[in-house]
């Protein structure tokens, strides 16, 4: 797919930083390490199989290319294997070293290795998160996708900064009027975040119109939480993200309304995934047994199926599910689950079909390595790439995002309390 299925989420970066990051430990020369931890993952773990020399001659080719120079001035007599990568590394960094930072050349080898898999991943610098993420700075609050090398809206919290602003599918063109083509993702969290209450200028391209500028000021960020509110006695559960403690607001929506209420819609629009631990637990609070769906890695024995566990929070409610072509991942995932084993009809428009597990590895107490290792299942057995989710109830695309859709899934509920 042209689409990566990394999306920017803030909990992930989040995670990173939780779990990887050493805030006492000063930046050291590590990169020959992490060139071969990353290098070992990659081979060995990567959906596809791809030979040692294709990884080391991406490689090395990504690092030249950061020099600036032609790859093919390297030792062509020497076999192309990480031998040559790691001597490849010393050598451009020895030369380069009051031009470019060796952590570059680091980042140049990875990425270029992460790259040959044609699945989304990345090397993170750790140092840069934690400058970007800190108390002090804040952010737009609005999570992206990769598209064609260009950032692509997923979804806004409209009650961010950029909320009536910017839409779902709105390309950023510049970002304080750099050109954001082709930069990678680090580099477009770090430019969204910056003081809190200063200014950041967007180039927009909204569909046929022409580019525009809209300026925002940042807020110091916060996690997605679930909302909810009532309508004619239905309740209505948003969910942006799958976000670190997503699945116990629920819970308690859950508990706190069932008795009183009708049914529910679970408003899963502009929901590119999130923490895949998180997506289950939702799933697994509305339904009572049955699979919610499987992992699967390059061998036969890299599968992991997931199973219901826990009573279900909403008994005899119906339920409907409400996505959109942004649905992804494990928000595409929670919806098959919630119609295959509770019988929930799903209304909107066909979702994303970004089915890919990712999985995050610390190569050294700077950085961290993101890349694709498995796909996800549905809970019928069909693989979430590439078609996604068809809805039972289509609607436009003009429709699906607006106060309509939510007016089509309360009339479905409707029907199905009176059968």
Known sequence: ?????????????????????NANAPPVDVGQSEIRLAFQFIRDDALSVISEQELAKSCIAKMYERAGVSSESGDKTLPVDLSLALQSFDQLRQRYISKIEEIDFAK????GMVKTTNQPGEFFDLSILKRTLSPSNGGIEVSVTLESGVPKVVSVDND???????????????IDHVSTKNLPLDEIIKRFRGEVSSHIVLNIKRNDEAPFDVSLVRVAHRLPEAKFRIINNF???????????????????LKQNSKSLRGYVIDLRENPGGRLDEALSVADLLISKGTIASQRGRRP???????AKSDDK??????????????????????AALRQDRGAKIVGTQTAGLGTIQTLIGLSERSALRFTTGRIYLADGRPLEPQGVIPDVSLDAKVVDT???????????ESAVAH
């Open 1 to 21: 797919m042209s689409t990566s299925s990394l999306t920017f989420q803030r909990l992930t970066i989040a995670l990173i930083l939780a779990t990887l990051l």
């Open 235 to 253: 309740g209505v559960i948003g969910i942006k993200a799958f976000a670190s403690q997503i699945s116990k607001q629920v819970e308690a929506i």
């Open 403 to 413: 106060d309509a859709a939510v007016e089509k899934a309360l009339n479905v509920l």
């Open 160 to 174: 961010g900064p950029a909320g009536g602003i910017l839409q779902a599918g709105d390309f950023i063109l510049s």
């Open 314 to 335: 909403a008994p005899g409610l119906p339920v409907v599910v409400l996505a959109d072509h942004f649905t992804g991942s494990g928000a595409e995932m929670v919806a």
């Open 301 to 307: 024995q890299d599968v992991e199926t997931y199973q």
């Open 108 to 111: 140049s080898c990875i990425d």
